[in-house]
């Protein structure tokens, strides 16, 4: 697995529809919710990454994201976690500050915008 991927494997292992920020469907294909969008960026070792990831959930409650934000920070714990990645590993930690509630025009939108740390320990 390659750097990119492993973000990408972090995303996807919540159960939701997962997509780079930069490759969400839009028109016909836009993803129902809810979803996950995710920033990638890669780094080295020495070389720590801020990375987000976004959850998008639709109603009038906040419940639903909210349970979803607190699998993801116990997934986290107060450690991170590790991905093993070809040649090395990829530690993803709780950035600060880890989550915020995100407003949108569409007041049936829910957004929470989480904010990761991670550490390419490799070349």
């Not at 839009?26 to 070792?45: E, H, Q, R, W």
């Not at 990454?49 to 976004?54: H, I, M, N, Q, R």
Request: glycine letters at 8%; charged letters at 20%; proline letters at 7%.
């Amino acid at each position: 697995m390659n750097k990119f991927e492993a973000i990408q494997s972090f995303w996807s292992s919540f159960g939701l529809p997962t997509y780079d920020e930069n490759t969400v469907p839009d028109g016909d294909d836009k993803p129902s919710f809810p979803y996950i969008t995710y920033d990638a960026s890669v780094s080295s070792l020495g070389h720590p990454v801020a990375l987000s990831g976004s959850l998008w959930y639709y109603g009038t409650s906040w419940s639903m994201i909210t349970t979803k934000l607190l699998e993801i920070e116990a997934e986290l714990g107060r450690g991170g976690v590790t991905i093993p990645i070809d040649g090395g590993a990829v530690w993803i930690k709780k950035g600060t500050p880890f989550a915020q509630r995100i407003a949108d025009p569409n007041d049936m939108i829910r957004r929470i915008f989480i904010n990761i740390e991670a550490e390419f320990l490799t070349a």
